[in-house]
């Protein structure tokens, strides 16, 4: 069965930086894009950031864009997000997903091109 289990979040503050990873078994790894999301109390699942299956293709939302930067270690069959100059506004549940696809055309940021979640990993960025 397929699994994904980020880690990597805490509490830190504004400014400062935290490196998430998501390790998959259970899969093809290196076949697929994977995502990351993330979710705040009271608002839905938004779309962070992405990498195709090669690591030739990135995407980022446009809060994030420029401070956040994915990556992935298909030999580790894990993928990263480096979160550099946090804010607040970053406090979320982040969480990995594995994608229906390895070859992305446009950006893939709806929850419905992903077929498989992690459980997520809290990140807290104090002011």
């Known amino acids: 069965q397929v699994q994904l289990v980020e880690s990597g979040g805490g509490l830190v503050q504004a400014g400062g930086s935290l490196r998430l990873s998501c390790a998959a078994s259970?899969?093809?790894?290196?076949?697929?894009?994977m995502g990351w999301f993330r979710q705040a109390p009271g608002k839905e699942r938004e779309f962070v950031a992405a990498?195709?299956?090669?690591?030739?293709?990135?995407f980022y939302a446009d809060s994030v864009k420029g401070r956040f930067t994915v990556s992935r270690d298909n030999a580790k069959n894990t993928v990263y997000l480096q979160m550099d100059s946090l804010k607040p506004e970053d406090t979320a549940v982040y969480s990995c997903?594995?994608?229906?696809?390895?070859?992305?055309?446009?950006?893939?940021?709806?929850?419905?091109?992903?077929?498989?979640w992690g459980q997520g990993t809290q990140v807290t960025v104090s002011s």
């Open positions: 997903a594995k994608a229906r696809f390895g070859t992305v055309v446009a950006a893939p940021i709806g929850t419905d091109e992903y077929d498989t």
């Open positions: 259970g899969l093809t790894f290196s076949q697929y894009t």
């Open positions: 990498l195709s299956w090669s690591g030739g293709r990135t």
